[in-house]
């Protein structure tokens, strides 16, 4: 993608607030091979926003990484663009894909697959104004009636973006019923850029079938990773030898939920992160004897030993604290 190569057809999705450098850092490490920021707010990026200014910070570990703008100004998104290139990212990365209701009002995300004239616009500005790669991020179109990305695609790839991320569903839908990959087939048989696709991807053998059944170069894996970030190393094993790897075990789930919250603590003490950290618990966790209890009290957690002794309870519950003793000590 514009001179920047991936070592696996495995992909991290911008999740907004799930994403961070902790998550985008776990995912890396079990074998995704490309990770985005969460998505940053062009506007907030050039007043200097201090909470939009944190979401661009990263390490070295994380790279190849894209830092991910929404807007709808282009000569905002321009200037964003460059504030983020100087900060060195691998990708710089447009979100014309996001449903959710602030960001479609401010019309921007999906709502630019609405004006089509704003979007070329968009991507042209940002694409002359920076020298890192631009990509994109789309749906399918507003809704079942309007599946426009295929002409989108083409656009961005005349407009210089170097390659685009479809998630095949429409903004309509959001994330509800099932995503129609034959989106993803005909954008790929329409463009010569590299195609990311997505929706729909929660373990190995689907990731194998996107990559099959629509020929796209990588599969982005958003809600399949959270509490699930092994979605990664087993689907890379997968798609290299064949074989399925077991599921993580009780005690490798908690280990690594006890690991992330440490990561997560050495960043800051802020009771927001604790408070972020609550729905992670929820997820490593699902499934497992008395978790729904681990929730409630992990949702009234408000400081890091708190919520520490919550999981090491719940592990003592389990059979699994003695060989959870030190980990995470820093959480």
């Given amino acids: 993608m514009g001179g920047v190569l991936l070592d696996s057809k495995l992909v991290l999705a911008p999740m907004a607030g799930i994403a961070d450098s902790s998550f985008r850092l776990i995912c890396k490490e079990k074998g995704a091979s490309l990770a985005y920021t969460e998505m940053v707010s062009a506007d907030g990026l050039v007043r200097g926003n201090d909470r939009t200014m944190a979401l661009l910070s990263f390490s070295e570990a994380e790279r190849p990484l894209a830092v991910q703008l929404f807007g709808s100004d282009p000569r905002t998104m321009a200037a964003a663009a460059k504030r983020a290139a100087a900060l060195s990212p691998d990708l710089i990365d447009l979100n014309f894909g996001c449903p959710a209701r602030k960001v479609v009002g401010r019309q921007a995300g999906c709502a630019l697959l609405n004006n089509l004239a704003l979007l070329r616009q968009i991507a042209s500005a940002v694409v002359s104004s920076v020298s890192v790669p631009v990509t994109a991020k789309i749906r399918s179109g507003w809704d079942p009636r309007s599946v426009n990305a295929g ?12 390659a685009v991320a479809v998630h095949a569903r429409s903004r309509a839908e959001k994330f509800g019923g099932r995503a129609d990959w034959g989106v993803i087939a005909r954008v790929k048989s329409s463009v010569d850029i590299p195609v ?4 729909d991807v929660t373990g190995p053998e689907d990731a194998a079938r996107m990559l099959e059944e629509t020929g796209c170069d990588a599969v982005m894996i958003g809600r399949g990773a959270l509490g699930n970030p092994w979605v990664f190393s087993r689907s890379r094993h997968f798609l290299s030898t064949g074989e ?25 003490d802020s009771e927001h992160l604790v408070v972020a950290m609550r729905k992670h618990v929820g997820w490593y966790t699902k499934g497992l004897p008395g978790s729904s209890k681990l929730r409630q009290k992990a949702n009234r957690a408000v400081s890091w030993s708190q919520m520490r002794q919550l999981v090491m309870d719940f592990a003592d519950s389990l059979g699994e604290a003695e ?3 030190g980990v995470g000590d820093a959480a």
Wanted: aromatic share 0%.
């Fill in 244 to 268: 399925l790897l077991p599921l993580p075990s009780t005690s490798e789930r908690l280990e690594q939920l006890l690991r992330h919250m440490a990561l997560v603590r050495q960043k800051s």
């Fill in 151 to 162: 002409r989108v695609s083409q656009m961005l790839q005349d407009c210089g973006v170097k």
């Fill in 323 to 325: 060989r959870l003793k």
């Fill in 196 to 199: 990311i696709g997505n929706g």
